[in-house]
């Protein structure tokens, strides 16, 4: 299963962009022997200024597939294994490819939240914008790491 990343905003360089390459080339790595790669990153910009609706039209025309979750902070709050189980159900059920959806500085749109297969939170904090992209990359290799069996994730 390929799994994509969407999101509103671009990522220029700094700290946070070599975190986010580190842990998605970790993710890569480690995913490929258990059926889960990295597909798309996949930035948005609105432009003109139309707010969360038209950055969900533009997260629309752009989703790879028909699955996708959301980062929300209404969403779930749950640990990295379960994160990892949900990922790995998703593989299981023959998805081919699944988005993973970050907002811009306004959040989510209710539509595309209301759509999305799962909402998830890093809880009850707000984030800014690129460190929930480095969250969810590292919680993408954990992820990988914990359905490989692997030391990386202890508990």
């Known amino acids: 299963m390929k799994v994509h990343i969407c999101v509103v905003g671009r990522l220029r360089g700094g700290p946070e962009k070599a975190l986010i390459d580190d842990y998605l080339g970790r993710f890569d790595k480690t995913g490929r ?19 969360m609706a038209a950055e969900a039209a533009l997260i629309r025309q ?9 980062m929300d902070e209404r969403g779930e ?21 699944l988005a993973l959806v970050i907002g811009g500085a306004d959040g989510i749109d209710p539509s595309l939240r209301a759509d999305a297969g799962l909402a998830i939170s890093f809880g009850k904090m707000v984030w800014p914008h690129m460190l929930a992209r480095v969250m969810l990359s590292e919680q993408l290799y954990r992820a990988a790491s914990i359905l490989a069996g692997s030391p990386y994730h202890r508990t």
């Open 33 to 51: 022997g258990l059926g889960l790669s990295l597909g798309q990153v996949i930035e948005v910009e609105d432009r003109k200024g139309g707010g």
């Open 77 to 97: 709050v749950m640990t990295s294994p379960s994160f990892a189980e949900h990922l790995g159900a998703q593989r299981d059920r023959g998805i081919g490819d």
């Open 62 to 70: 752009r989703l790879p597939g028909a699955a996708y979750w959301v």
